[in-house]
């Protein structure tokens, strides 16, 4: 009987997942500063959430290295690091660069089809005043087009890469650095199995130089500090 009492007190599956997602989004979108010690009581009264299942959130999002621990210490936000950032957006050019690869040998007519039909859909959604909303639209586009390779373990390491680098996407969107034309020409190269150049496009699109990241990071710093946060 005491096993089944605990077991009543213990936070349903849906619970746990809701509070993970809550703190998840906070991490990526920096509500928490960078380099700031997590109070955890705070945070748990903050959500109306109980501390085991928080701690267990944010254990995950420490594994996620969406933040990080220390003995003695606890939480911690994550810093904007230029060399870290510039090493995940290295990482996403060579994943998604082998997953159109990938894509062009392995899709099948009908799912190429489907994709180009998805970019038709969406390519209009690139409005002039960028939002959050367009920044999903092209997280989406480009995970889609991941999942043509058939190659789930690079569709799981390019989703954790771009919730690290969420924030500093969000500024691409902002100030225009997502380009709309080059996904028509990726689109078409995967299309017509044009491997070579549907590669070289997608590298060309998702890579960025580190005098462009140092730039992202001072500007990101002064966006979070001033309370300037994406919002759905």
């Not at 690869?101 to 960028?130: M, N, P, V, W």
């Not at 590298?203 to 005098?211: K, Q, T």
Request: glycine share 4%; hydrophobic share 35%.
């Amino acid at each position: 009987m005491s096993t089944d009492s605990t077991a009543a007190k213990q936070p349903s599956s849906d619970v746990k997942e809701s509070i993970y997602q809550r703190v998840s989004n906070m991490a990526i979108k920096f509500q928490f500063r960078p380099g700031e010690r997590i109070n955890e009581g705070k945070l748990a009264k903050q959500l109306d959430v109980s501390r085991t299942p928080l701690r267990e959130a944010m254990q995950q999002l420490v594994s996620e290295k969406l933040l990080r621990w220390e003995r003695n210490k606890g939480f911690f936000c994550r810093e904007l690091d230029e060399k870290e950032v510039f090493d995940l957006y290295e990482y996403r050019q060579l994943l998604e660069e082998q997953a159109v690869r990938l894509a062009c040998r392995r899709a099948t007519d009908e799912q190429l089809q489907e994709f180009a039909s998805f970019y038709a859909g969406i390519h209009g959604i690139y409005q002039e005043d960028k939002t959050v909303a367009n920044l999903k639209v092209d997280q989406t586009f480009h995970e889609k087009l991941a999942r043509l390779s058939d190659n789930d373990e690079i569709v799981n390491a390019l989703c954790n890469v771009n919730q690290r680098i969420y924030f500093m996407r969000w500024i691409d969107v902002t100030s225009e650095k997502v380009f709309e034309p080059s996904h028509k020409r990726i689109v078409e190269a995967v299309v017509a199995r044009n491997e070579a150049e549907a590669v070289s496009l997608i590298g060309e699109h998702v890579s960025r130089r580190r005098d462009e990241i140092s730039v992202s990071i001072r500007q990101a710093y002064g966006l979070i500090y001033t309370g300037q946060m994406p919002t759905e």
